[in-house]
């Protein structure tokens, strides 16, 4: 994902209120810009650290900056948009970097399916049949461990529950761990955070869903998925 105009570096001064970060830019102006990330970015940011954040172009946003990439205490880069990382997972499959999705000749973005009103991220088809894919963007590190999720996340459960019934009926379901941190070397369910989701996940995996974590690399002008990392469960 080529970033056009680059994103602008500036010192990370607080994050707060779920979505408003203050920033300070190299000319030494602070204001407030959008933060995009639901969840509780632990271990994402420390205060006066580099951060990166795009500029909307848009006068009539209440906030028209909004904040990208972060600095971890441990000098890693976290890509705290989640808007971006089905965009992100959709390019990797479409250019051939994700090798277990190959073959499909159809994507579609946020169809409906299941028993509980969801949307799948990116539904696939092709001459074999269909492949559901949900996508979570992964932050959280310990010690290069990255786990999901970061705060409990009954979403991510039902999620869960939808593609355990897919793939329960043969359906080919995925659940794609997106990791926008350069620090992460695996990926695992967050047990200590959210119990509920970890057993979720390991009657989904029983039942048959795939999880797949790819890697970005992170950069001003590029953002891109890289390469899979392993799956602990």
């Known amino acids: 994902m080529k970033l056009d105009p680059p994103l602008q ?22 204001f407030t810009i959008h933060c995009p990330n639901t969840g509780s970015m632990k271990n994402c940011w420390v205060e006066n650290s580099p951060c990166w954040y795009s500029d909307s172009g848009n006068p009539k946003r209440k906030y028209r900056h909004t904040l990208e990439v972060t600095t971890t205490p441990e000098g890693a880069l976290a890509g705290v948009n989640t808007g971006r990382a089905n965009a992100l997972v959709e390019e990797a499959i479409v250019g051939g970097t994700v090798v277990e999705l190959a073959g ?14 969801s949307r799948i991220d990116l539904l696939l088809s092709g001459p074999e049949g269909e492949c559901y894919v949900e996508v979570k963007n992964v932050t959280l590190a310990e010690g290069g461990r990255g786990l999901f999720p970061d705060a409990v996340s ?80």
Do not use: M, W
């Open 9 to 30: 570096q500036a010192t990370l001064l607080r994050r707060y209120k779920r979505f408003l970060a203050d920033i300070e830019t190299p000319s030494g102006e602070i």
């Open 104 to 117: 499909y000749d159809k994507l579609r973005r946020e169809v409906r399916y299941g028993d509980e009103n």
């Open 154 to 233: 009954s979403r991510g459960a039902k999620h869960l529950r939808e593609l355990q019934l897919l793939a329960g009926k043969g359906v080919r379901s995925v659940l794609f761990y997106c990791v926008q941190h350069t620090g992460i070397e695996s990926v695992e369910a967050a047990a200590e955070i959210d119990p509920v989701y970890a057993e979720a996940l390991k009657g989904a995996v029983a039942a048959g869903v795939e999880v797949l974590a790819y890697r970005a690399a992170i950069s001003a002008e590029e953002i891109v998925l890289t390469d899979a990392i392993p799956f602990l469960c």
